[in-house]
DNA sequence: GTCTATACTAAGATAGAC
DNA sequence: GTCTATCTTAGTATAGAC
């Protein structure tokens, strides 16, 4: 019987430690002050045996970004969303929230980071993002033609919500005064409020 | 009378030069993917001759957001507000996106380069940006206890209303289909409603 | 699949001439 | 005040041994 040799294969391990790590290094310093050394460092292996798993840093974060929203596109899918405009925007405001604090790293990444893909690169990620938005102007724009919105600009409003549920990651903390569903209660009610429903 | 040199001093346009170059070059591609060597190209002078008016990059990218903030601060002190707080509460909402909408590269580094920032700068600026919020919190507190505004929570209604007024610059182009005024409008018919007045 | 070693490039910052 | 030249460090990525 064989005991395995210390530097032997760990192909099933170090892929994905590599995009966890990468993922978490990204988040709290920025693309750019991130090194391979670093992130190998806390892989556990040399920065070179990085490169059977990626092409280069920049595939690693396109990599990154593209998981991420579509995930979060297929999560979207997945959700069960209520039959009106209103129970589907409130599915929706309670799905962002939970989606996005459940992922705090990739979120930021996904908006933080998008000056750093290469112009290829940028307009697939950019088109994911438009396909999330377009998401809740359809629900938006249901709402307001069945009367139950009373809204001043279908488009406007989208980016204002967006911008206002996705601002929660930037302040939230799980041993803070509220709870996830309390958040979430409190930022759907003024969402409700906002679009006049 | 003498013609100056070509290479002469430059001392009253190269500094603040340096910090307009630098504050575009950190919004368009990020404080850890600009090199002073970049900067100094575009100014148009040897990247040594930077240090003549910065002690380092950190420091430069320190000034660029204390400045900012400092501004921002200050011209909310010269806005007139009005007497009661939803009247406060519009000149803010006004007041917040036509300051953001000036100043799109200064916003975005406050944003997004507080990672880079070493921690005793990074004390300074969230402690800037506190105080901002609080500016915020006062008026709906205020207007909460007055009876006008209906608010789950006073502390959370003043991060959402900062995040989707923020957001604005994230989508806004002057040569889009909203004027300034137009998109201020639209935001402050949100907020109002968001905030139960 | 990982290691060691390295090619190559570029970074931040400084010294000393002018 | 700026230039040229340079020190020192560190970056991405690759080559070849094991």
Redesign the pocket.
């Known amino acids: 019987m064989f005991m395995a040799r210390t530097?032997g294969?760990?192909?099933q391990t170090?892929g994905p430690r590599l995009r966890d790590v990468a993922q978490r290094l990204f988040a709290r310093h920025g693309y750019a002050a991130?090194?391979?050394?670093?992130i190998a460092a806390e892989v556990g292996?040399?920065?070179?045996?990085l490169?059977?798993y990626i092409p280069?840093?920049?595939g690693l974060l396109f990599d990154l970004m593209r998981t991420h929203l579509e995930d979060l596109l297929a999560a979207w899918q997945a959700e069960p969303h209520g039959a009106g405009p209103l129970e589907a925007l409130e599915a929706f405001t309670r799905f962002h929230i939970r989606f996005h604090l459940e992922r705090p790293d990739a979120v930021f990444i996904a908006y933080m980071e998008l000056r750093n893909l290469e112009p290829e690169n940028f307009a697939v990620i950019e088109g994911l993002r438009k396909r999330y938005e377009t998401v809740l102007e359809d629900i938006l724009s249901a709402g307001k033609q069945a009367g139950v919105f009373t809204l001043p600009d279908t488009k406007l409003a989208a980016l204002a919500v967006i911008a206002m549920l996705t601002g929660v990651t930037t302040w939230y903390r799980d041993d803070g005064r509220l709870s996830r569903d309390r958040v979430a209660r409190i930022y759907w009610n003024m969402v409700r409020k906002a679009v006049g429903a």
């Open positions: 530097c294969s760990h192909s170090t991130v090194s391979m050394r670093q292996v040399q920065a070179g045996a490169y059977n280069d840093k920049q």
